[in-house]
């Protein structure tokens, strides 16, 4: 896969050919289908690292404040969160528009509608006064190291006492 392949599903406006896909995931009791598309990360499938995650997220505790999804993509883990959590509030965001758009479809999809989709680069479109009990994200590891330490270092500012960020990291 070239460089340019691999950077596409963190870019802004991905100019690959679309290649759309559905998938039917299964997961804790919950089924969902989604859309993807060329230029999303992982069109093919759930890819492990979010199912690891996703799987791990329903035993979760925490402060009941709402949840953010950072790096949503075509929103398997948000939407997920949302279906589990229908009390929840989940803000799913991403600066990938093609993943954008196809999270707003699944969401309709999937009959979801306590969640809030949009742009924003890591946090910085999101209130600085605004707080969640849960961020859950599986961070675009091959955008370096400093995109991803962005990811979880700024998580800080966004959680409410005793709010737990949720992450999973591929180790190679």
């Not at 997961?27 to 060329?38: P, Q, S």
């Not at 993509?73 to 929840?88: D, E, N, R």
């Amino acid at each position: 896969m070239s460089v340019e392949k691999n950077q596409m599903y963190f870019a802004s406006n991905p100019d690959s050919e679309h290649d759309e896909h559905v998938i039917d995931y299964h997961v804790n009791g919950i089924d969902l289908k989604f859309n993807t598309d060329a230029g999303v990360f992982s069109k093919l499938r759930v890819d492990y690292g979010s199912g690891v995650l996703i799987k791990t997220m329903s035993d979760v505790t925490f402060p009941a404040n709402n949840i953010l999804d950072v790096g949503t993509g075509y929103g398997p883990i948000g939407l997920f969160a949302a279906k589990f959590w229908p009390k929840q509030m989940v803000d799913m965001v991403d600066v990938n528009e093609r993943g954008l758009q196809l999270a707003r479809e699944n969401a309709e999809l999937n009959h979801v509608d306590n969640v809030h989709i949009y742009s924003s680069d890591i946090y910085s479109k999101i209130d600085e006064d605004k707080k969640f009990g849960l961020i859950i994200t599986n961070p675009p590891i091959r955008a370096g190291k400093k995109v991803v330490s962005q990811f979880l270092a700024n998580a800080k500012n966004f959680l409410v006492n005793n709010g737990v960020l949720l992450t999973v990291i591929q180790k190679k």
